[in-house]
């Protein structure tokens, strides 16, 4: 069979134009991209029930919208967190696995993965910080130091394992100036019977 130029010509523009409009939506759709800060080095991704496997630094491509996301290496504990990305939104995820295994603690042993739990560390605690502020609006006035008594946040007894709760303990020489300290909270717009209260009457 003999192909004339003419028909060559057509194939390879039909062909171009192929091209060109697969260029054009594949460019259209919509993308939102996640950076991946990652402790140990290497680990997978589930990412909607489809799994990756990703490194630290890699700048992950994904569609707008809501996605779970599970990280997880053998021996090490699994992280898992669901995000709702906006359109050519980019977002960093900071994720640093716990180790399980002495080879697991020994993996994470460099400069890089130290450097990402360091990170990783100071914004789960900004986080317990912000979520505090917000369930314990009286942390704004503590401590509270006079002759009387001392009233400050600590540990909370009834849920001591657990770091998004607190108490309030109270030192003071004479249980006679209970009243007193509930008034002043009162004046700032605290109610003490909505916090769990430590004494320490001296």
Request: no cysteine; hydrophobic share 35%; charged share 25%.
């Given at each position: 069979m003999i192909i004339n130029k003419k028909t060559i010509l057509i194939i390879a523009l039909v062909f171009s134009l192929i091209v060109t409009i697969l260029t054009v939506y594949y460019f259209s759709i919509p993308r939102s991209y996640i950076k991946i800060e990652l402790a140990p080095h290497q680990a997978y991704l589930n990412i909607d029930k489809n799994i990756k496997n990703i490194t630290n630094g890699?700048?992950?491509?994904?569609?707008?919208?809501?996605?779970?996301?599970?990280?997880?290496?053998?021996?090490?504990?699994?992280?898992?967190?669901?995000?709702?990305?906006?359109?050519?939104?980019?977002?960093?995820?900071?994720?640093?696995?716990?180790?399980?295994?002495?080879?697991?603690?020994?993996?994470?042993?460099?400069?890089?993965?130290?450097?990402?739990?360091e990170k990783y560390t100071s914004i789960k605690l900004d986080k317990q910080s912000d979520s505090l502020d917000a369930n314990y609006p009286i942390l704004k006035i503590l401590p509270i130091n006079n002759k009387y008594y001392q009233l400050f946040s600590c540990k909370s007894q009834k849920y001591p394992n657990d770091s998004s709760k607190i108490a309030l303990c109270v030192i003071m020489d004479d249980l006679g100036y209970s009243d007193t300290l509930y008034e002043e909270a009162q004046r700032y717009g605290y109610n003490l019977n909505d916090y769990e209260l430590i004494w320490n009457i001296k």
């Open positions: 890699k700048n992950l491509s994904i569609s707008p919208g809501k996605h779970s996301l599970v990280f997880y290496r053998d021996q090490f504990s699994s992280f898992s967190q669901n995000i709702d990305i906006k359109r050519n939104e980019t977002i960093t995820l900071t994720v640093a696995l716990k180790a399980l295994t002495t080879e697991a603690k020994n993996i994470l042993n460099t400069d890089e993965s130290n450097k990402i739990i």
